[in-house]
């Protein structure tokens, strides 16, 4: 009943995240090989005023429930009614809403999630015994504004875009297995594993191409070969940069960032916001840092029940469960 009610709320709210939608847990459901399920917080008068989706699977005899690889940011979504409240309002609003939601959740023995950036307050998830960790992600506002954009990248890096980015080409493609390709690349050098099949990516980009919005673009020298690669998905208010791959050869030809900048601008058409879906790899996040995003921070929530499962989960960190 929770998750039929849930997939109407979906059709209706344009305000509620991809990563959100109950065709993206489906199909990251079906991948992954697990289920998904939801708790709902209702108004006096029944309508859903908030959503917890989970993941639900057994290892090795426990209940756990984790984010399968991909799976991006999930947890609490608050679908506030007024804009413009008093904060003690709408801190008591969302103490509410997390003790509602928390009530409905089973009993894991695991549970950890990236919780959406919009989801600011963990003060009752404390209370009730979770964890938290603070990650950071780069965020890109007003992308429409391109002048205003380009000006904020680190001065390097705008030198770079403006002498070398004629020297390659820039192109859409539906080439799942060529963007893969480029992609184990980049996974070659940071820890020599990709973390999910081909045949686990295509499950998700069946799904993407059925009910959302995905753009692959591939960026090639003079000699067409395929230098890197983007998979960007959206929803109604943000771009994610969900993937991104460079062929280690060319690191330092900033054909990653001319990429970029150029998926950058084409997303504008149809949003305001870009998630650089930002790591806390050093590299990585100096990487994005460079193009002068607000740095936005974001939970990662967690609660075990003994702390050998939690060495455990850390070990298995980024693992299909």
Do not use: C
Not at 41 to 47: A, P, Q
Not at 66 to 87: A, F, H, M, T
Not at 208 to 220: A, D, F, P, S, V
Not at 269 to 298: C, L, N, T, W
Request: aromatic share 14%.
């Amino acid at each position: 009943m929770q998750k039929h009610d849930y997939r109407l709320y979906s059709k209706r709210n344009v305000k509620l995240p991809l990563f959100h939608q109950p065709w993206w847990l489906d199909a990251l459901a079906s991948a992954n090989g697990s289920s998904w399920d939801v708790a709902l917080s209702r108004s006096k008068d029944g309508n859903i005023i908030a959503a917890w989706p989970y993941f639900r699977g057994l290892k090795l005899g426990m209940d756990i429930s984790l984010s399968p690889v991909l799976g991006s940011y999930l947890g609490i979504w608050i679908d506030y009614p007024e804009e413009n409240w008093k904060e003690e309002t709408r801190q008591s609003y969302q103490n509410n809403i997390v003790k509602d939601l928390l009530l409905q959740l089973p009993e894991f023995h695991l549970m950890k999630q990236n919780f959406t950036p919009t989801f600011d307050n963990w003060k009752e998830l404390f209370w009730a015994g979770y964890d938290q960790t603070t990650h950071y992600t780069y965020v890109l506002d007003n992308i429409k504004d391109h002048e205003s954009v380009f000006a904020g990248f680190k001065s390097n890096l705008r030198n770079s875009i403006k002498k070398l980015g004629y020297t390659f080409s820039i192109g859409a493609t539906n080439d799942l297995v060529a963007f893969y390709e480029i992609n184990k690349k980049s996974w070659s050098v940071q820890d020599g594993k990709i973390p999910y099949t081909l045949d686990y990516l295509q499950k998700l980009d069946d799904a993407l191409i059925n009910n959302g919005n995905r753009y692959i673009r591939l960026i090639k020298d003079a000699n067409n070969n395929i230098v890197a690669g983007a998979y960007i998905v959206r929803d109604n208010h943000t771009a994610y940069n969900l993937m991104l791959g460079t062929d280690p050869n060319y690191r330092h030809s900033r054909a990653a960032e001319i990429l970029l900048w150029e998926v950058i601008q084409e997303m504008s058409q149809y949003v305001d916001r870009f998630d650089f879906e930002g790591s806390m790899i050093e590299g990585v996040s100096q990487f994005f840092k460079a193009f002068g995003g607000k740095q936005q921070p974001y939970s990662v929530i967690s609660k075990s029940k003994n702390k050998w499962i939690a060495i455990a989960a850390r070990l298995f960190a980024g693992k299909n469960f």
